[in-house]
């Protein structure tokens, strides 16, 4: 075993001096035998140190227990029946087998040969050199980002009925309007049927407003919306379709012009996720295209949507990308992190700021 360590390093498995604990290894006809240790005697309070089941593994890394990959270096993957018997171990002894299916059956004594863990069922899987080498990159993607991208397919027809909450709710050929939830409510009282869909327009702040005032009216006004909807349960299987303008950024060279109407959306969210299928959301532009786009929007049955010149857009999480990480501008040693575009994530970058690492001054 003394060049065990440099062969998995030449895989792609570095290895530090504490998790470099096999000692011994042999093989008794089918079976792998190893003994491990922690190169200090202090164990901590784990009732099996992490470093020293790691290095109970690493016999199956001399072959001969399980077919050779060509598809990569073998890792740990999924743990079946798995029981510690004993606590504290420092030196271990070993003992793995080709188990069902492929998998590997682990037995764990310590010095004296007393049981200290078991392993029913081991399975593996390859993992590329290719995938090591990313996962170890310091500037790997960690982050995700949302990106508003194109509906994709053409979606059903829809045929529902829609009404119009709201005076100044959208206009709409042959749709029933009503002027709040009261008129609506007593629409149906008198026998009127319950439609498929209501759209109305996120409430709206008063006329001079502060930006934070208009928030608070804003939130204040749409929870009082949202609680009412669910209050009534002839309207349970309906959508109600919130319609909002500028209240998110749908490309990179966006900004959120509305931030009362931003503060709504996260207020809604958090309704749909107690309340799935309740509540659509609908961004549009100056254009105001929503409505044109009706119904391809209920066809879709996306509970959040933005409409930028006629085009259906959709939230989905991306990578950030490697290109995307924030990384120290090179040669120098001060740096700081600023806004470089718009107001969001996007913009974020490290620049150069040399005040950063000057003197700090005072007495």
């Known amino acids: 075993v003394a060049d065990l360590y440099e062969r998995l390093a030449a895989d792609g498995l570095g290895y530090g001096p504490v998790f470099r604990g096999v000692r011994a290894a042999w093989r008794t006809g089918g079976d792998v035998f190893t003994e491990v240790e922690l190169p200090t005697e202090d164990g901590g309070s784990f009732g099996l140190h992490p470093a020293l089941l790691d290095a109970a593994l690493h016999g199956i890394d001399l072959g001969g227990l399980l077919p050779d990959s060509t598809d990569g270096t073998l890792l740990p993957f999924a743990w079946q029946g798995v029981s510690l018997h004993a606590a504290g171990a420092t030196r271990l002894r ?42 170890s990159d310091p500037h790997r993607d960690a982050l995700f980002r949302l990106d508003w ?110 931030m009362a109407g931003a503060a709504a959306w996260g207020l809604v969210r958090s309704a749909q996720s107690e309340n799935p299928g309740r509540f659509v959301l ?29 085009e259906l857009r959709v939230p989905r999480l991306a990578r950030h990308g490697a290109g995307g990480a924030l990384v120290p501008p090179a040669g120098t040693q001060g740096w700081a992190l600023d806004v470089t575009g718009t107001r969001s994530l996007e913009g974020l970058a490290l620049v150069e700021h040399g005040p950063a690492v000057a003197p700090l001054k005072g007495d």
């Open 94 to 135: 070993v003992q793995l087998s080709e188990g069902i299916g492929g998998s590997v059956v682990v037995r764990v004594a310590d010095d004296t040969g007393a049981p200290v863990a078991s392993v029913d069922g081991l399975t593996l899987r390859a993992v590329s050199a290719d995938q090591l080498a990313r996962a």
């Open 149 to 258: 991208v194109a509906a994709s397919g053409a979606a059903a027809a829809w045929a529902g009925s829609v009404a119009v909450l709201g005076t100044d709710g959208p206009a709409l050929d042959g749709a029933e309007r009503y002027a709040d939830l009261a008129a609506l409510s007593a629409a149906l009282d008198e026998g009127r049927p319950v439609p498929d869909a209501v759209v109305t327009v996120l409430p709206r702040a008063a006329g001079g407003s502060s930006a934070g005032e208009a928030v608070r009216e804003v939130t204040y006004r749409t929870l009082g919306l949202l609680q009412g909807w669910l209050a009534d349960e002839r309207v349970e299987g309906t959508r109600l379709v919130l319609v909002s303008e500028g209240a998110v950024a749908a490309a990179a060279d966006e900004d959120v012009v509305d």
């Open 282 to 310: 609908v961004d549009q532009d100056a254009d105001e295209a929503a409505v044109t786009v009706l119904d391809v929007m209920l066809a879709s049955g996306e509970p959040q949507v933005a409409v930028r010149r006629g």
